[in-house]
C-alpha cells in the first residue's frame, strides 16, 4: 500500500537525518480524494488527516469520526475569517494563521471558548505575491501581536516557489522557528518530504503519494 511506503521513506529520512523515529507526523492530505480511498486508508490504521476546505471536512469527517476512533483533522488550506468558528469546532490544529485579521477572529473565539486548537504560522518564505503567508520580514512583529492577543503558536508552515529548490525555503523557516523559540516546522509535500525531513520537519502533508491523484476538482 502506499502509505505503507510513505511511512516507510519517512522512517529512513528520519535516521537519515540522525532523528528520532516518530519525530515526523505524516499528515495524509484527503482534501478531493474519493471516500473510497481515504477510508483504505483508515482501514489500514492512520488517523492524522489534512483538508483544506472547512465546507468539504465538515461534511465528511464527522461521520468517520464516529467510525474511526481517534482521527486528528488538521486545516492546511487558507482559513476564511468567516469560516474560523467552525474551524475551530471541528480541526486539532489549523496550519494556515496567516494574517491580522484572523489572528484577531481566533483570539475572540479562543476566550469565548477557553481553547483553540494547535497554531502555525504560515511564512510566504518566498514573498510570492499570490501567496498566502506573512512575509519573513514581518514574522517577528506578527508573532509578537498574536501573544499579545494570548495566541500561542506552536510552529511555523510554508510551501516552497513551485519553480525552486525547496531546500533553501524549508532551511530559511527552521532558522526563523528556532529564533522565535518554535518547535513546529509545517513543511514538506509529496515531492520533496525527505528534504524537509532533513530540515527539521515536524510535520509533512502528503496527499497524491499517498492516495493518487485527485478524480474531482473544487469551484
Same mark, same amino acid.
Given at each position: ?87 475551530? &469546532? ?6 494556515? @494563521?496567516? *494574517?491580522?485579521?484572523?489572528? #484577531?477572529? %481566533? =483570539?475572540? $473565539? ?54 525552486? &529548490? ?6 530559511? @523557516?527552521? *532558522?526563523?522557528?528556532?529564533? #522565535?523559540? %518554535? =518547535?513546529? $516546522? ?34
Amino acid at each position: 500500500m502506499a502509505l505503507a511506503d510513505i511511512v516507510a521513506r519517512i522512517r529512513a529520512a528520519e535516521r537519515a537525518a540522525g532523528r528520532v523515529e516518530g519525530a515526523v507526523r505524516l499528515i495524509a492530505v484527503s482534501k478531493l480524494q474519493p471516500a473510497d480511498r481515504v477510508q483504505a486508508v483508515l482501514t489500514a490504521g492512520h488517523r492524522l488527516f489534512g483538508e483544506n476546505y472547512v465546507q468539504e471536512a465538515g461534511e465528511k469527517w464527522p461521520a468517520w469520526r464516529d467510525r474511526f476512533p481517534g482521527v486528528e483533522l488538521h486545516m492546511i488550506g487558507p482559513l476564511q475569517t468567516n469560516k474560523a468558528k467552525v474551524a475551530v &469546532d471541528l480541526f486539532q490544529a489549523i496550519h494556515t @494563521l496567516d *494574517r491580522p485579521s484572523l489572528a #484577531q477572529k %481566533l =483570539a475572540s $473565539l479562543g476566550q469565548a471558548r477557553g481553547a483553540l486548537p494547535q497554531l502555525f504560522v504560515q511564512v510566504n518564505t518566498g514573498a510570492e505575491p499570490q501567496k498566502a503567508g506573512v512575509l519573513p520580514g514581518d514574522l517577528a512583529a506578527f508573532l509578537r501581536d498574536c501573544r499579545t492577543m494570548d495566541l500561542s503558536p506552536v510552529g511555523l508552515m510554508c510551501i516552497p516557489p513551485e519553480d525552486q &529548490d525547496s531546500q533553501p525555503h524549508f532551511a530559511m @523557516l527552521a *532558522r526563523m522557528a528556532a529564533d #522565535q523559540g %518554535l =518547535a513546529g $516546522l509545517s513543511m514538506g509535500m509529496s515531492g520533496d518530504f525527505e528534504t524537509a525531513i532533513a530540515q527539521g520537519a515536524t510535520h509533512v502533508r502528503v496527499g497524491s503519494a499517498i492516495f493518487g491523484a485527485r478524480r474531482q476538482t473544487r469551484a
